[in-house]
């Protein structure tokens, strides 16, 4: 791994405008100012893409698939510049620095986690290249079926600003693999980097246009790329809202396939008989303070036996105590700031609020004092929670754990039930039985036992359940979306 070291954020040239045709692109829009959460100050200003600028993106993406043949190109052939792609991704100082001043990742968990997260996700892809196709089918004998899989065209993804850069490679990876060409729009709080990321996959080899990124909201330029009649498909990770808004925007336009990887109030369920405590602790802790809460998946409810009610929370206090807040592009910083004030205001209001209907804070429920002017909240435990408090019933999308505690199997299963989100959830025991009754009864698109927290498998695809979404990323599934498929049926035996 590259050496940790501090950076100085004035020193970074940013890219400022759009990536279009394998180039940056200066439009005369009105500009949207980029914050850094770690102190609140103007990090630089972005253009705002409207339908022209949308369209010029959308056509150039369609030119360029159809005139540089990636649709029709080998899969190895394909794969050979992905994977060059992954490498330069692996290594480039520029991309982890532009990806953690503006975001909420420090430096540190930068290279140690996204940019090889990143790099691998593409290279899985690259790999299922040449092993994602169609089938042959049973049918009579003179005849013979084929179902043959094809490339949509020209796919659009609207990313979020949690992961910019490994929420990129969920997207582009599969789209790209199958042989589309994309465009993206990245949070138009932190674009920085995804306009990195396609620079270097030019650099790479991937040709001109076939990875275009345009910037702006999600009202103008995000409503613009999913109505845009050649876009053939979406791919979205964000709000349950948002998510909701595009299948409607799609299916207006066009009816075109969506994948939606939305919002989550996934449980933490702890039996009485789990096989190591302190690992429970550790796995709660760093399930709910990960990104400060700024997950998806985060486990924000803790539903535990009474009995271990009291060690456990003492245990998940000593290891939050650990995490160090700091500037992002501080090496010793451990701990993330929230992307916004406003982001970091709405956690609180609704911890306040919930205290005000009964809830009791066991730590935290306030900022931390040294950080300045940036948006760190510390990280919060509530307990004597009911389901119709706000950090209950939503999703908080900050390090806010409420605690819920029960007598039997039954009663536990019944409170990790949520009656709007099905994205994740935790299980610790020693009862493998338990543990499978449990992947059973729990609706949630991944269930992890003994652990929480996604792996370097990226075989294993990530969904949700209900209101957290449809569709798949990662592993085979999100290969299988980025491809339509043809039945073919041909009589051979003429006589």
């Known amino acids: 791994m590259t050496k940790v070291a501090d950076f100085d954020p004035q020193q970074l040239v940013l890219p400022l405008s759009h990536f279009i045709g394998g180039r940056y692109l200066v439009a005369d829009e009105a500009n949207i100012t980029v914050l850094r959460p770690s102190d609140g100050l103007p990090l630089g200003t972005i253009g705002e893409a409207g339908e022209e600028v949308v369209d010029l993106a959308v056509r150039n993406a369609w030119q360029a698939w159809r005139e ?21 991704i692996a290594k480039d100082m520029e991309l982890a620095r532009l990806e953690a001043v503006s975001s909420t990742r420090p430096i540190s968990q930068v290279l140690a986690s996204d940019l090889p997260f990143t790099a691998e996700a593409i290279r899985f892809f690259a790999e299922l290249a040449d092993k994602q196709g169609g089938e042959v089918a049973a049918t009579r004998l003179d005849t013979i079926g084929m179902i043959a899989s094809e490339p949509y065209g020209v796919v659009g993804a609207i990313t979020p600003w949690n992961f910019p850069l490994s929420m990129a490679s969920w997207k582009c990876g599969p789209a790209l693999a199958a042989g589309n060409a994309i465009v993206v729009k990245p949070s138009e709080m932190t674009p920085f980097s995804t306009l990195r990321m396609a620079e270097l996959a030019v650099l790479a080899g991937i040709p001109e246009g076939v990875f275009n990124v345009v910037n702006g909201t999600g009202g103008v330029t995000g409503a613009a790329l999913v109505r845009h009649p050649i876009i053939s498909k979406i791919s979205f990770t964000g709000s349950t809202k948002t998510g909701a808004q595009i299948m409607t925007a799609a299916a207006q336009s066009g009816i075109k396939p969506v994948t939606l990887e939305l919002g989550g109030k996934s449980p ?30 985060s486990g924000t409810r803790l539903i535990v036996h009474r009995r271990l009610v009291e060690p456990l ?64 909240y510390r990280p919060t435990i509530v307990s004597s929670v009911s389901a119709q408090m706000p950090v209950v019933r939503e999703e908080l999308f900050g390090p806010v754990l409420t605690v819920q505690t029960f007598e ?56 949700g359940f209900r209101s957290s979404g449809i569709g798949k990323d990662l592993g085979r599934k999100a290969m299988e979306a980025n491809l339509q498929y043809k039945s073919v049926l041909i009589d051979f035996d003429q006589r």
């Open 313 to 376: 929370i003492d245990s998940i206090i000593g290891e939050v105590q650990k995490l160090r807040p700091g500037l992002t592009w501080s090496a010793a910083s451990s701990y993330s700031p929230i992307i916004s004030r406003a982001q970091a205001m709405g956690i609180s209001d609704r911890v306040e609020q919930s205290v005000s209907q009964g809830a009791e804070v066991l730590f935290g429920g306030d900022f931390f004092a040294e950080t300045g002017n940036g948006f760190f």
């Open 68 to 88: 540089s043949g990636w649709g029709q190109r080998s899969p190895r052939e394909r794969a050979r510049a992905m994977f060059a792609w992954a490498d330069l």
């Open 268 to 297: 933490q369920l702890v039996f009485e008989n789990v096989p190591d405590l302190a690992h429970a602790a550790r796995c709660v802790a760093s399930g709910f303070t990960a990104n400060a809460g700024q997950a998806c998946v």
């Open 408 to 463: 039997d199997e039954e009663e536990g299963l019944a409170l990790a039930d949520h009656p709007t989100y099905g994205l994740a959830a935790g299980v610790h025991t020693s009862d493998i039985g338990q543990a499978l009754r449990a992947t059973r009864r729990i609706a949630a698109g991944t269930i992890w036992v003994n652990r929480y927290g996604r792996s370097g498998d990226m075989i294993m695809p990530t969904g």
